[in-house]
């Protein structure tokens, strides 16, 4: 999951209790086609959608060269996202470039009622609200693909619970399907296990490796976030302190560079040598945790890895010391462990705990030990814009590819796309790319227009 | 190629006019099988290889680990590189894992001949000398493949010279050659084009593209060498210097992470978009070279490309303004252009020339466009150490691979190698891996030995 | 004023209408002679003052140091300041030290409600709420100053109000003061002006320009905080942004090094020539602001003066620019230009409004102009702390100098004084300081326990 | 002592050994008041003179200023400094401006003799060359005082020599100077033991202190010679080293910086609690030099102290450990405790020693604990130029001042002086001072010719 869901919802009246599957609801042009909690809200979601397009011109971009070719006229299209803004301009782009979508929420809280209102009543089928029952989840999805005289020929999964739902009851939908446009990490392994199982009988395209996506997801969000996100849970300040930071890929690199840059004395734990080496080479002490725990102020984790901190790490602490995660899932300190009789638990601010042992040390847990960058800080739409038009490159590429092109497999963005995804993100900086001249690709072998580098490239 | 000539030469006469082909010598043990300088200086060779073995530990500790096994007895490595220092203590590694030598020089002016004796007195076959004619080149090379009784069944190469002479002497010697191990961009470029073209009849590995060499040749590398090289030749200033870096791969990143570290105000051309962004998010204004070339202080190329600064852009350039190379090759800057009857060349310094237009404009230019870390500055040991170590595994690797695991094509390092090199380099730092548990092992999925990662990842 | 008032009240009930200068309240021991807004909210006021204490070890010191000596002892401290947790801190070590205090609030807003209960409770006669009136705070003052049997031989102030107050109403009561502690800018500056026109009738020390106060309040405090201000009422990105800080004093170094770090491009503008060339230095373009108006992202001021950016700037910014202000007061952006009939005003967010020109064109203003750092931040308790131990440590000197150290002026802390309070935080960090030796000491003419610079010296 | 010899001699005949007082010279107009290694050389020194003008802006702008006014009309100024291309730029400038000199060398070796030759062609009185013997310095120095019908009604110093000189041997002279301007450490110190004792007999400025000198000289230009040094002796990587940095001053400071953002990994060491806060906020350990002697790979002092480093901390540094100073004396290190017999000394390269212990461990002295940045590195002509100007107009100053306005005192540089220096400097970089509106002037109680800070700023 790489999306947030930054704005508060303004208008969710707390007294309707309704389950949105219980009303009867109509939108302005007499379409019922949708469930959402209530379509009267359109018109704030609308001015959210409207202020989230001007922070996606990428986007829009696409929508305006698109005008004459529509390039996904036929695609059918059942999306199974969190349903943001950000989404909704996504949703609106691949309408505009000639598909037909119908869409349900990746999650159970984060759908914006007002949002999903503002789609229903522009006339997309969208099934979702937020706090939906396990069977509401399940039921919207459902409602998105199972229709009468409809049937999806593309899939846009985050998470892969749509894939996994046509797989279990729909199989002979696949017949139909060109491809998968899978865009999380968890999402992304199920495919390859499918592919390795040799049960993937579509080319599924996984987006969430793409060079842009990667860098913009982890090393320049993270080296923004986890300021962020410390700052606004415990106002602490950074210059001096010493922080130990669990791995060194590209979300280590974003929290030890900008922690680095404020003023903190920065440790790195590592696995693999490589990234041991390259966090030496930029001045950071490798230790194991053991040789620092009982010295530092504040404990990252970023390794994806499970129980890295230990409760015997969180026994040797120093009070006052700060614990958080920023990698992606909720077990890489081991919170469980805290949950005994002897320590005991102070809820001090929203996603702020003080673990208080015996002799009166304090552990301030930050999100309960989830993702600090989801639970504690926001996603910029710059990042949002990046993975919103990767994803309908990744739909143009796999709708259109000529029989053959794609197997049944899991396949990475083809560079060139990479490579348009980031062209239309530099006029936001003004930024002014050069053009080969003939000679020059002559003598570089390349294409003018890419692409420019091979696929082993590391950036 | 990628390793630099550091130390001069301490004990060349120059009166000794006599080329080595014409001499007469032995080492004390008897032999003449070899041609150098002269054999008298193998003592100071002896020396400069002592003081390099202490800051070779990765290959010392090969020599210790294979102690009893010999992974390399049989081999017969023929070999062309630039001899110096470094490269004697991995020829002298070889030696210690079994194997058999003869070498040649990769370039005709970059011979150590002290260091040259001292391996032709321990022993090996060694014809090379500093200022060889391009018949010697060939000579020297011939000597080494061309030998009674001895054949060849491994090649180390760094720009493909000696691998292109027996392809077109002896190709009947790839009946017996197991593999070629290539380290130079040239080389590796040529291989895969015999590649492509089906002729490649061995398995070649491309070590030019491990990670641990790439970022430690590119980026760490060159962080310090733009500095040193820019002191070493203007005494410059680096504070508040406006500096136009052409090309943002890791080299462009590391020019720009040191002058921007230094007090440089550093914009950035490039052609793909995808680098361009990087620059962007990394604080560099991403301009057309036109925008800036009035106003900046400092040129720098590396872009790999030809003619990135023309004729107009250097007549464009202000008075005092340095332009000089950090590419891969000397064909950045057109040079050529400056060689016209109106400019006076003048030269200050060492490396340092002033083009001097008919108004009294003078451009700084350094090294006549050649690359400036390889003439101005030196490479640290410790990057020779990686380069060294990297062609050691895999020459092991290719030697000991079982029958089919590589076919007649061009391989990279395998991950776990890479990752081996990087962990033999770690002492240095006293940097301390920290290792899976078994439980988190299997977690993730991993050997708890590595590799640690997908073959696309980018670090 | 260098404070700020993190943590929101939590007790108060808004229903309670009635002044507090209308009720009867007692405290615990039936004490009468304070006035806060509820004396029951006592307890969790101690809570927070309890907090606090953890994060004041110089204070605690202190306190500790002083348990013998009694250096207050006699002391009777008028003071006006802000009424924080962190203040409590000190008016209670100031008892420890032997003080008697008496205590009004120097800004109406800013009072937290519980701590002052706290204090009530306490025995500190404290004369405070938030949510004064004009009158009300004057009233406050005169009932610490204006006492039956109680006159106060010492005046620690925020702003001037209090020391105003004493010449206007009873400038008798100078004939008993020992000195003045002034801490804020504002009053600094008044205290100036009495000194030039020969009517400062005691010693004042001027501890806002005290060194350590000085850096942590500007430099380090800033270079957090403007991040923290940012990305806490816009969730901004900073990677590739374009800014203009206009003034590159200690609060504009910060704000520069901070989002340099984060990868903005950082223009400055300068009326001093010496920090002119020392933002040369350190790798920003200086400009003036006309120049770069129309192209950058972000305008900040820091520079103290009035109307640094006009209307005739804010016309010419470009879309969804942010303006705001670091400096120290309300003037610096043109805000009242903005109230104009043509541009529409629209609040988005807490300290964030929209002003939108006829054309669509949006800029978004932080804070309505007033300091970002202050109302959209939090300053850290360390920060804090510092400020409170100067204070603390200049009462002393000024209460125990002997006749004739200090005459009718205003004066800065004593250099060794300024190093004592450096000192006591260092175990903060666990920063462990050298001492010279005897041989040293005489050598570099020093005294072994400072102070160890002349007093131009610069840090 | 601040300055540097940069250019080597170029036309020094090693063979001509007559003593330049024995020898019988006359510039082409016929004068032979003045004593140089060889008048021949003036043509490569004028050359010399031409390169430096063009780096020194600042002076050629007091010249064309000055054009019309002369305001050194009748000064008479005997000067004794380093003797360099950019000393014979600041004489001439002083020429241009209606002084008359006399000149000798503040130091033995450091005469530039081509130089020197300009100068006295160009009909300066110079007394100096390279290689002066003690008897031949004070001669000299005679020379420039002792004159028939001139007498010097200024002096310009550096080290206080001179001073010395004519307070001994002529105190007569005295009653007509009006002003001495000292620029070094040592000089500056001298004159303040004089005041202090009350035997200053005229006004004398201490340009040592002047902000921009003193920015420029240790902030700005050791964060770069300190790379500088280090890699020209060593060839040695930085990423990854641990470094001790000795001192956290200016000087300490700017090579903290340096070295951090190379990669390094820095600790620091202090007496003084105020600059110890410093380095913890600037994000560096805090430790004694004991805590980190055995791990550390360089170690650097910066301290202006005696003895940092003793013989019992070299014993138990590490092998290969690199030692260095970059304060400002030699008595840093004490290498005098190496000079014993069970320690060999090896001269691995000019100004490169190993130091060898009985069990082969090396130590890696540089420039013999001599100034690294003095011995191995260069002193860009920017930071000279700064120097030079400040000199010049201090002279301007002393010598115009109305009676009165300097007593018998040592002074800082008028502020508005020091910022016009900073001025003079700012068209380097291209960089637009801001002018203050006559309200903004008025709001702040400023000139709007400045000076724009009060005399106890920081920067």
Redesign the interface.
């Known amino acids: 999951m790489s999306q947030l869901l930054?704005a508060a919802s303004y208008t969710d009246s707390s007294d309707d209790e309704t389950s949105p599957r219980d009303k009867q609801q109509k939108n302005s042009k007499g379409s019922s086609d949708f469930c959402v909690k209530n379509i009267k809200q359109a018109e704030f979601g609308r001015r959210e959608i409207e202020i989230a397009e001007?922070e996606m011109p990428a986007l829009m971009a696409l929508r305006k060269r698109a005008q004459g070719e529509k390039p996904l006229a036929g695609a059918k299209i059942v999306g199974c996202t969190h349903i943001t803004a950000q989404t909704a301009v996504l949703m609106e782009t691949l309408g505009a470039l000639g598909a037909q979508c119908r869409w349900a929420a990746c999650n159970i809280y984060s759908t914006l009622n007002e949002v999903a209102a503002a789609l229903a009543e522009s006339g997309f089928p969208v099934f979702a609200w937020k706090g939906e029952s396990e069977d509401d989840f399940w039921w919207c999805i459902d409602r998105c693909v199972n229709v009468e005289g409809w049937q999806p020929n593309m899939i846009l999964d985050d998470g892969g619970d749509l894939t996994h739902w046509i797989y279990k009851k729909y199989p002979n939908m696949f017949k139909k399907i060109k491809g998968i446009v899978e865009e999380s990490v968890t999402g992304v392994h199920r495919l390859y296990q499918l592919s390795k199982a040799g049960k993937l009988c579509v080319p599924a395209m996984n987006v969430n490796?793409s060079?842009?996506k990667?860098?913009?997801d982890n090393l320049?969000?993270c080296?923004?976030s986890i300021?962020?996100g410390l700052?606004?849970t415990t106002?602490?300040?950074?210059?001096?302190k010493?922080v130990v930071v669990c791995g060194y890929g590209?979300v280590g690199k974003g929290c030890c560079a900008?922690l680095?840059?404020?003023?903190?004395?920065v440790y790195v734990?590592?696995?693999?040598?490589?990234?041991?080496?390259?966090?030496?080479?930029?001045?950071?002490?490798?230790?194991?945790?053991n040789?620092v725990i009982r010295?530092v102020d504040i404990v990252i984790t970023c390794t994806?890895?499970?129980?890295?901190v230990t409760r015997e790490h969180l026994d040797r602490m120093k009070n006052?010391c700060i614990v958080c995660n920023m990698g992606h899932s909720n077990?890489e300190i081991d919170v469980a462990s805290l949950r005994t009789p002897e320590l005991t638990w102070e809820r001090v601010r929203s996603q702020v705990d003080h673990v208080i042992w015996p002799d009166g040390k304090r552990i301030v847990l930050l999100a309960e030990g989830r993702l600090l960058n989801l639970s504690c800080?926001?996603v910029?739409?710059?990042?949002l814009s990046i993975t919103a038009t990767t994803q309908a490159l990744a739909l143009i590429e796999l709708y259109n590819a000529p029989e053959g092109r794609y197997k049944q497999d899991v396949y990475?963005l083809p560079k060139k796309m990479?490579?348009?995804v980031?062209?239309l993100?530099?006029p936001?900086?003004?930024?002014?790319?050069?053009?080969?001249?003939d000679?020059?690709a002559k003598?570089?072998g390349l294409n003018k227009n890419?692409p420019?580098?091979p696929?082993?490239y590391?950036?």
Chains 1, 2, 3, 4 share one sequence.
């Open positions: 930054g001007q490796d060079v842009t990667q860098k913009f320049y969000c080296r923004e300021l962020d700052k606004r106002d602490m300040m950074f210059g001096g010493q590209e900008a680095k840059a404020m003023g903190s004395i734990t590592e696995i693999d040598p490589i990234c041991a080496l390259q966090a030496c080479m930029d001045g950071f002490r490798l230790v194991k945790l040789e010295q994806g890895n499970k129980n890295v006052s077990t800080s926001t910029p739409t710059f990042v990475l990479d490579e348009y980031a062209s993100h530099l936001t900086f003004d930024a002014h790319l050069t053009e080969l001249t000679e020059q003598y570089l890419g420019f580098k696929n082993y590391r950036y």
